[in-house]
Each structure stands twice: as C-alpha cells, then as structure tokens.
Nanobody, 124 residues
C-alpha cells in the first residue's frame, strides 16, 4: 500500500522557518517526480516545489524561490521542504505528492499518490 506521510507543519511568526518531511513507503521510491503543493482556504491547490528523485529536474514557484528548498534523503525515502523567511501568505495546507513520471513543472495533474497534508500557519 502506497503511503506518503507528511510532518513538520505548525504555527510560526513571519520570518520564521519550518521544515516539512514526506516519508514514502509501499512503492519504488526512485524514478519518481515528488513534490510539495499547497492549498489555502478558498484557493486552488498550487505547486510549490517538485523534484525528480535521483537528480534532475527541480521546479519552484516564483513566490517561494530563494526562500524554500526541496531536498531528498534517498536512504530514508523522504523528501523535505525547508521553508525560510516565511510570510503570512504562505499559510496553507501543504501536501506531498508523488508518481512515476518525469517532473515537467508545478502542475497538480498526473499524481496518483498524495499525503494527508500538514498545516502551516504564519502570523504577522
């Protein structure tokens, strides 16, 4: 059974940092596009950062470039999202997603596997 389990969300003040983790199990971790998406109340889900497991394509949303970093620990089948200089507009539910396909951008389509989400709240 495929599982993506996110952790690391929480509440911080603007300017603070959080690191999200997404642990994958139940499928072949390599050769997957894996990434982070977020959805704020009343808004559509949007791509934040995606990366091809094992190296290759990495994409960031313009709104997070220079502040967020996606990374992999292949020994742990885990993808991280380091979030620095957080802003109130970063407040959202953050989801991890993965599927066996190339990373072609920040679109939400094509992913069959999604985590349950972890809430990030940034106060001003």
């Amino acid at each position: 059974q495929v599982q993506l389990v996110e952790s690391g969300g929480g509440s911080v003040q603007a300017g603070g940092s959080l690191r999200l983790s997404c642990a994958a199990s139940g499928y072949t971790y390599s050769s997957n596009c894996m990434g982070w998406f977020r959805q704020a109340p009343g808004k559509e889900r949007e791509g934040v950062a995606v990366s091809y497991i094992g190296g290759g394509s990495t994409y960031y949303a313009d709104s997070v470039k220079g502040r967020f970093t996606i990374s992999q620990d292949n020994a742990k089948n885990t993808v991280y999202l380091q979030m620095n200089s957080l802003k109130p507009e970063d407040t959202a539910m953050y989801y991890c997603a993965a599927d066996r396909m190339p990373c072609l951008g920040l679109g939400t389509f094509g992913y069959n596997y999604w985590g349950q989400g972890t809430q990030v709240t940034v106060s001003s």
